[in-house]
């Protein structure tokens, strides 16, 4: 036990970097579970995000025989591109992946995006990834475990918020693997899971501009204990909320999905 303490902050010779959210998988149960829940198959257009010591990635290439991975460490990026048998099979991509065009690896078909996503950036992340919905064919995601029962909360929970609204707008989401802290090195101080992000090819809610619902919901939900009418105060009258079939005294949190696109439909026809 003391030889793992010693060396909990190092993983196959690279000393991980907190700033990037770095937390390595050591367990190959979990590897595995999580690869067959992604199910690469060959000729599929992979793209890992943080591959990392490329625990994922190793496993995910022996199935697909190639993938893209975009990592941000340069380090990193320089053992995967020497890396013996795995650079033959790999599209290594230097970059931030909050800045990166997920649009250019679809102009021959839809992506399958996966990655063990570091924590600090985890949420702008899968909004940034959500912009490109229409490219991708599915998400598989290591997340908090926090996180992944907030995307997946129904209205009325305490978890529900307004990722589970934004991110249900436009995918179905299912949550696949938990995955215990002592499954990373350096292990996490959070329980982690992986959740499957599907973005709908024709949503059950329909909205004409996802942006106007993601600034929603960032107001709806500023305060959970006040009324929708309180929170959205200035921008929708207390009449357009009943004539809406929206009961202005509910809370935030008790509103579908589908209302708060109503909302936001209202709200971009208002701006025509
Ligand atoms: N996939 C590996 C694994 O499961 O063991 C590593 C996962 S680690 C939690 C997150 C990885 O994402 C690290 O390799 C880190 O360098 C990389 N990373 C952090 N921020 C990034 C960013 N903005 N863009 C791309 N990669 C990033």
């Not at 060959?42 to 022996?62: H, W």
């Not at 059950?204 to 919901?217: A, E, G, I, M």
Request: with cysteine.
């Amino acid at each position: 036990m003391s030889k793992h303490h010693n060396h909990s902050q190092t993983h196959l010779g690279h000393r991980a970097r907190k700033r990037f959210g770095q937390n390595f998988l050591n367990d190959d149960g979990i590897i595995e579970e999580i690869v067959d829940a992604i199910n690469p198959e060959p000729g599929e257009n992979l793209i890992e995000i943080g591959p990392g010591l490329a625990a994922l990635t190793e496993p995910v290439a022996d199935r697909s025989g190639h993938l893209k991975v975009v990592e941000i460490d340069r380090d990193l990026v320089e053992r995967l591109r020497t890396h013996p048998f795995l650079n033959q099979k790999l599209d290594v991509i230097e970059a931030d992946a909050l800045k990166t065009d997920f649009r250019q690896f679809a102009a021959e078909k839809p992506v399958r995006v996966f990655g063990n996503l570091p924590y600090n950036i985890s949420t702008p992340l899968i909004f940034h990834l959500l912009s490109f919905a229409d490219s991708i064919e599915d998400m598989h995601f290591m997340l908090q475990k926090e996180v992944v029962d907030r995307l997946a909360a129904q209205p009325g929970s305490k978890n529900y918020g307004r990722i589970s609204v934004g991110v249900q707008q436009a995918c179905e989401v299912t949550p696949v693997v938990y995955v215990p802290p002592s499954a990373f090195t350096p292990p996490p101080k959070v329980e982690s899971a992986v959740v499957r992000l599907t973005p709908y090819k024709d949503s059950p809610y329909p909205v004409k501009d996802r942006k106007q619902l993601h600034s929603l919901c960032l107001t709806a939900f500023n305060q959970r204990r006040k009324t929708i009418r309180n929170n959205l105060k200035g921008l929708i009258p207390a009449e357009q909320l009943e004539s809406l079939g929206i009961d202005p005294s509910a809370r935030p949190e008790t509103l579908s999905v589908e209302d708060y696109c109503k909302l936001s439909d209202w709200l971009t026809e208002q701006a025509e």
